[in-house]
């Protein structure tokens, strides 16, 4: 296992778009998360699934972001009429956490969504 | 609200200590996580608190104060790779951790 994957690594699109990113999470990993990070900023939370259940959801995330997690494995982000600040780097982590417990997350390389 | 406080930027030099503070107000809290994060990469776990207390790893080490709502990360024998920045981050409940904007570390020779 090579670690958490997203990809593409760089997307570039013109403003009014729609963009679709993809993170494969760590094998057997049971919690995901999907995070956005400015320049000079930490990582900002999007949302969150337990498994194939989409948990928590951030009320920065308009309904032009949706995010699913279809039978606990990968995940996709959606941006719908894409926007020039939504520019960003979006991030997926992962973690395996038993119940209760926290655990730290493993993140991916990113995405690096430019729109123009 | 949510609020997590780190300096924006920190300079030392190579060998020595530094020590990076976090305080935080939070609507909830079950743990608290540091993270360094490269330029242009990923962040990377470094530590772990949920109780009070100093929790040392090698060169790392972490404290945690939950009733002071503060936290610091403490880095020995600095080397010029530790130049990265520094991310507090809390897990208000729920299992959604939310990060401070990071402390950019800069060691000179």
């Known amino acids: 296992d090579t670690g958490v994957s997203q990809d593409p690594r760089h997307k570039i699109t013109k403003r009014g778009q729609n963009v679709t990113f993809r993170c494969d999470p760590i094998s057997e990993h049971n919690r995901l998360y999907w995070y956005r990070q400015t320049l000079g900023q930490g990582p900002e939370f999007l949302t969150y699934?337990?498994?194939?259940?989409?948990?928590?959801k951030s009320r920065l995330l308009s309904d032009r972001f949706s995010a699913e997690r279809p039978k606990g494995s990968f995940s996709t982000l959606e941006i719908q009429r894409t926007e020039q600040g939504d520019s960003a780097m979006y991030l997926c982590?992962?973690?395996?956490?038993?119940?209760?417990?926290?655990?730290?997350?493993?993140f991916g390389q990113g995405t690096r969504l430019t729109v123009v | 609200g949510q609020n997590i406080d780190q300096p924006t930027e920190m300079t030392a030099t190579e060998g020595a200590i530094v020590q990076i503070n976090c305080t935080y107000q939070t609507s909830g809290f079950n743990g608290l996580f540091w993270y360094q994060q490269h330029a242009g990469e990923a962040p990377t776990f470094l530590s772990y608190n949920v109780l009070d207390g100093l929790e040392e790893k090698g060169r790392f080490s972490s404290f945690l104060s939950r009733s002071k709502g503060y936290s610091y990360l403490l880095l020995k024998e600095l080397q010029m790779k530790d130049s990265a920045s520094y991310l507090c981050a809390v897990n208000t409940g729920g299992f959604k951790t939310i990060f401070g904007a990071g402390t950019r570390l800069f060691v000179k020779a």
């Open positions: 699934f337990q498994n194939e259940a989409q948990l928590e």
């Open positions: 982590a992962s973690s395996l956490s038993p119940g209760d417990m926290n655990t730290e997350a493993f």
